[in-house]
């Protein structure tokens, strides 16, 4: 047994593809992708339209619950690039206390999640203290327990915000899928002097993302790797349900395997 988290997402704006609940059981962490910022006229809040634009809420609720049932956690994430898929959300100028409470009323009062996911990764947005506030609130909301994770890959300089923030996050995941092994622990180290080594985690991608995916090759040498003196905090897979089950699940098993 590992204490490194295995997470993965699972998303629901794909047609088709294994159900949540078929996720393998080596897999701790599952964020539904993807909750979208809602646009300003709505509020600072989230919409789920395009997390359910493939599969209804009933069915991503009980897959859900079926995976909590089981000892998963699971978190909505959220999207909130502006302009993305049509929906024009954004991270910037948000009402922190108002779009946490919003955020918890949806993700924890109602869908009974288990914490939140921010995917920011706006290139055209450097988050500021704003994001530090909104990052905050959502800790003070969701609460101690709740785990609440982000994204990452553009670099310290754009990121320099979660030094400020890394007491209130639960860990990063880095997303540059498509580096070999020393890219991939050389981002490793960047954020982790920002946050600390056990607050990252390391980001793969399966062969459905070509262009962007981790050689399978690499998965063991990335899933045991630990820094020097210290551990990260596991591994994230990018996804669960666009590949073909047997390859997710080959994918599933080789980091599980490896994961240390």
């Not at 706006?122 to 704003?130: F, G, K, L, Q």
């Not at 609130?137 to 609460?143: D, P, T, V, W």
Request: proline fraction near 6%.
């Amino acid at each position: 047994m590992t204490s490194q988290t295995f997470m993965a997402y699972w998303l629901g704006y794909n047609e088709g593809g294994p159900s949540l609940e078929e996720t393998p059981d080596s897999v701790g962490v599952v964020a539904l992708a993807f909750a979208v910022n809602a646009p300003s006229d709505q509020g600072d809040t989230i919409t789920l339209d395009f997390l359910t634009s493939k599969h209804s809420a009933q069915e991503i609720r009980a897959g859900a619950k079926a995976l909590q049932a089981r000892g998963v956690k699971v978190l909505m994430s959220i999207n909130g690039k502006p302009n993305w898929d049509g929906h024009p959300g954004g991270w910037g100028n948000l009402d922190p206390q108002v779009y946490a409470a919003n955020v918890k009323a949806i993700v924890v009062d109602d869908w009974g999640l288990d914490g939140v996911d921010l995917d920011n990764e706006d290139v055209s947005y450097t988050p500021d203290d704003n994001f530090v506030q909104v990052i905050a609130a959502l800790r003070a909301a969701l609460g101690p327990d709740a785990l609440l994770t982000l994204p990452v890959y553009l670099g310290p300089v754009r990121d320099a915000y979660l030094a400020q923030a890394k007491d209130q996050i639960s860990f990063v995941a880095t997303m540059a899928y498509w580096n070999g092994v020393a890219g991939q622990q050389a981002l490793f180290e960047q954020y982790a002097d920002l946050v600390g080594p056990g607050k990252v985690a390391i980001g793969v991608a399966d062969a459905a993302n070509a262009g962007q995916n981790t050689a399978f090759a690499d998965l063991a040498p990335l899933a045991s790797w630990n820094p020097s003196g210290a551990s990260k905090a596991g591994i994230m897979l990018w996804n669960l349900n666009a590949a073909p089950p047997a390859e997710t699940a080959q994918w599933c098993q080789e980091i599980a395997a490896n994961l240390s």
